[in-house]
């Protein structure tokens, strides 16, 4: 375990000290670097080329009698992004957890490269840090997540805290921009985005994954969070309409009971994948499902997995999500349906449109092809470098802006 300013941190990777010239992003996330691969990771990686990116998680609880402690690794695959973990010793009252938070949190930035952006997706973090000495501060609002489930109660009152305080505020989807635009100077709209390349690696054909390869086609498949957003009945009445279709559903299952989850023959859970794994199952797929509730959880969402689909060649059925809806639902490789009947009955023609890459597919294409990570980053990129002239010297290095 090494001693870094008199707080114990034990490193994974033997990090170097950062580079004098280059900036620091410290992103505060209630997602884990290794739990799903999305827009946190998306974005972060791609600040790396030019940043110092520290990915700050929520704490560990480790043993009473144990050191308050944080351990330290290199991403893999992403040299530049460090992976910041607190351990705390469980059962401590929240004040003590804050104020030791704090003094883990203070201890490790005064070895970090200025100038730094502090970069939040929760809330929750703003109370161990909000006396962090940033340049900027961004607010990237990629769910309202006041409407999730186990949702804390003081969030909104640390959410209007976070934006009073933010020079930038970002949102992932134009739902949530709507609902933010006026409670802040500068608000800006960055729906999630998509790498065409990565997800194209589908059109080709793959030997299916292990666990896919036994199940009869048609499959009609979902990968994400299987979460209190994933409409559990609708999954279950489809499966009792079509026998003989295979629902392929692929990811963790958070904040919902095993119990649950329906269970039929042709119902296939296979669990957690790999963002590197997505289009192997993906190809291997007839249609891609998204089959989100429709509740106050998913009332802001914007789903990545929209144009990840599109770009892997596959027709996509969704419930009537907003921002599905006003972005997607004019593509003739999109069909919208809001109840089982017509959900089975949009699958029923997307597997024919399926049989056959005809002009929805190049509808589809032309889409994407105006938008990527690449450019959401570099657009943020500027935003920041240009709030950062706003409160440093003339002489301060920009960030260089990521070109796609």
């Given at each position: 375990m090494l001693e870094s300013v008199g707080v114990p941190v034990e490193s994974g990777g033997g990090h170097s000290s950062p580079e004098p010239s280059r900036p620091t992003l410290i992103c505060f996330s209630h997602l884990r670097w290794n739990f799903v691969f999305q827009r946190p990771q998306h974005l972060m990686s791609r600040f790396a080329r030019d940043m110092t990116v520290v990915f700050w998680e929520e704490p560990i609880?480790?043993?009473?009698?144990?050191?308050?402690?944080?351990?330290?690794?290199?991403?893999?695959?992403?040299p530049s992004v460090r992976v910041v973990v607190p351990h705390l010793p469980e059962g401590m009252p929240e004040d003590a957890r804050e104020a030791t938070?704090?003094?883990?949190?203070?201890?490790?930035?005064?070895?970090?490269?200025r100038p730094l952006v502090a970069w939040y997706y929760t809330p929750m973090m703003l109370p161990f840090s909000r006396d962090l000495d940033a340049s900027i501060t961004v607010f990237d609002a990629m769910d309202e997540l006041s409407k999730f489930k186990f949702a804390p109660e003081r969030l909104l009152d640390l959410e209007q805290e976070l934006i009073d305080k933010a020079d930038l505020v970002f949102?992932?989807?134009?739902?949530?921009?709507e609902a933010k635009k006026d409670r802040h100077h500068s608000v800006h709209c960055f729906p999630s985005s998509v790498d065409r390349t990565h997800f194209a690696k589908a059109r080709a054909s793959h030997f299916d994954p292990a666990d896919q390869e036994d199940l009869p086609h048609p499959r009609l498949g979902f990968y994400g969070v299987i979460d209190e957003r994933f409409d559990i009945e609708l999954l279950a009445r489809m499966a009792e309409m079509r026998p003989d279709w295979s629902f392929v559903m692929v990811g963790?299952?958070?904040?919902?009971?095993?119990?649950?989850?329906?269970?039929?023959?042709?119902?296939?859970?296979l669990g957690g994948k790999t963002y590197e794994?997505?289009?192997?199952?993906?190809?291997?797929?007839?249609?891609a499902l998204m089959p989100f509730a429709m509740n106050e959880?998913?009332?802001?969402?914007?789903?990545?997995k929209t144009p990840e689909y599109l770009a892997g060649?596959?027709?996509?059925?969704?419930?009537?999500?907003?921002?599905?809806?006003?972005?997607?639902?004019?593509l003739q490789g999109v069909e919208i349906a809001n109840d089982a009947e017509s959900f089975v009955a949009a699958c029923e023609k997307a597997l024919q449109m399926a049989k056959s890459a005809g002009d929805w597919l190049a509808e589809a294409d032309l889409m994407l092809s105006a938008t990527s990570w690449d450019t959401v980053q570099a657009r943020m990129s500027g935003l920041?470098?240009?709030?950062?002239?706003?409160?440093?010297?003339?002489?301060?290095?920009?960030?260089?802006?990521?070109?796609?």
């Open positions: 609880e480790v043993g009473r009698k144990e050191t308050a402690h944080l351990k330290v690794r290199q991403a893999e695959g992403h938070l704090k003094r883990l949190l203070d201890a490790y930035q005064a070895g970090l490269s949102t992932g989807g134009s739902s949530l921009y963790p299952v958070v904040k919902i009971s095993d119990e649950d989850l329906p269970r039929r023959h042709n119902i296939h859970y794994q997505l289009p192997a199952y993906l190809s291997g797929w007839d249609v959880s998913t009332q802001f969402i914007s789903p990545t060649g596959k027709p996509v059925v969704s419930t009537p999500i907003k921002d599905v809806v006003r972005h997607y639902g004019q920041i470098t240009e709030a950062l002239g706003l409160h440093t010297r003339a002489d301060t290095p920009a960030l260089l802006v990521a070109a796609e």
